[in-house]
């Protein structure tokens, strides 16, 4: 697929996880790396994985510009509109050490708490794609308030 019309890249993007995830076995081998430009549906990624993978579920931020220099995937228009999902050619692993940090899962929601921003408390493989497209869309300067958050309370990758 070809670079969807309106494409851009923001500032920065998020990858909901669990803490040191290797990746997938074909975002291994490909490689590949998704994220996504809205917090939101980070979460509901790093909630999937912690009903999967039962631990430490985060929250990762990456600026953009550290990955420049890497070749964008474009998949699918479900990822692409759905997930609002920026795919980088690199694997997990090596995207987390461009990463400027992490957050918990709860450091997150309590963000999102203090921003009345509400995200759903069951996420599943099964309704996940659902719950994406149920999620508020999140303007970016309020991103930027959530960025501005995040960078005080996170962790170091």
């Not at 009903?51 to 931020?61: A, E, G, K, R, S």
């Not at 719950?131 to 309020?142: F, G, I, R």
Request: net charge positive; hydrophobic share 40%.
């Amino acid at each position: 697929m070809s670079k969807p019309e309106g494409f851009y890249l923001p500032e920065y993007v998020f990858r909901g996880t669990c803490l040191g995830y290797l990746g997938s076995a074909s975002s291994r081998s490909v490689p590949y790396t998704c994220t996504t430009r809205n917090p939101v549906k980070a979460v509901l990624f790093a909630k999937h994985c912690k009903l999967h993978y039962y631990h430490n579920p985060v929250i990762y931020i990456c600026k953009t510009k550290n990955l420049a220099h890497l070749p964008l995937l474009f998949a699918s228009r479900r990822m692409d509109e759905v997930e609002e999902a920026i795919t980088f050619k690199l694997t997990p692993t090596d995207f987390y050490s461009y990463c400027i940090g992490y957050l918990t899962l709860n450091d997150m929601m309590e963000i999102f708490k203090s921003l009345d921003i509400s995200v759903t408390a069951s996420v599943n493989l099964h309704n996940l794609t659902e719950k994406c497209e149920q999620s508020v869309v999140v303007e970016s300067n309020v991103i930027e308030i959530i960025v501005a958050q995040m960078i005080n309370l996170m962790k170091k990758s």
